[in-house]
């Protein structure tokens, strides 16, 4: 069964600064990879989704994240975080080719803005 | 822009009460996807539906069931409240060319 693990449950960075989210996944397939963010009491926003291609994708808000399939990765990445990016980041996994059912989430990452 | 709304956004009820989230999509998609979310947890799929008249269980079991008469309307019903489904209830949706899922503002149950 696939399983996504997402290392850090918190993250506690300035304003400013540099951003990386780790998100390790394992599947036996293809995967889709997904990062969400939910902001307190709110559902899930898609930031951005890796299908195939280039492994490098942009997202919204500036985001962007690296798949690296020999790792097993898909972190997320931010040149210069706002106050506003604090909130929970999840990452994401679907099959290639599994129909409807649902994505496999990570635990999810708390993400802490410092001023 | 994704549209799919949820309601009640919150919900304190008592135990033994049946009770029905509401969960509305107006982008067509054919696939609609109910998840649990406990405090500080990952979210667990609990029920799918292909499109109308099909349903399946999700990876988490449920005491809850769901229906799909309409493409644009996926309810959740708990007929007998327990403590044990205090939670976040997510609901999603998805269209068959994409694997992407659009998510609501989500339900929060308390029952006491």
């Known amino acids: ?115 | 822009e994704a549209d799919i709304y949820q309601t009640p956004r919150y919900l304190v009820i008592g135990t033994g009460k049946k009770i029905t989230l509401e969960c509305s999509q107006t982008m067509g998609h054919d696939k609609m996807y109910w998840y649990q979310q406990d405090p500080g947890m990952e979210l667990h799929l609990i029920h799918y539906s292909y499109g109308v008249n099909s349903t399946e269980k999700g990876d988490l079991s449920s005491e809850s069931t769901v229906s799909r008469i309409r493409t644009e309307h996926f309810p959740l019903t708990l007929e007998s409240a327990r403590p044990s489904h205090t939670s976040q209830y997510l609901c999603a949706s998805g269209d068959s060319s994409s694997y992407e899922q659009y998510f609501g503002p989500g339900t929060r149950l308390t029952v006491t």
């Open chain 1, 1 to 115: 069964a696939q399983s996504v693990t997402q290392p850090d449950i918190h993250i506690t960075v300035s304003e400013g600064a540099s951003l990386e989210l780790r998100c390790n996944y394992s599947y036996g397939a293809t995967p889709y990879l997904f990062w969400y963010v939910q902001s307190p009491g709110q559902g899930l926003q898609l930031l951005l989704k890796y299908f195939s291609g280039d492994t490098l994708v942009q997202g919204i808000k500036g985001f962007e994240a690296e798949f690296k399939r020999s790792q097993s990765s898909f972190n997320l990445r931010k040149p210069s975080v706002h106050w506003s990016d604090a909130a929970e980041y999840f990452c994401a996994v679907g099959e290639v080719g599994g129909g409807a059912d649902g994505l496999t989430f990570g635990k999810g990452t708390h993400l802490i803005i410092q001023p």
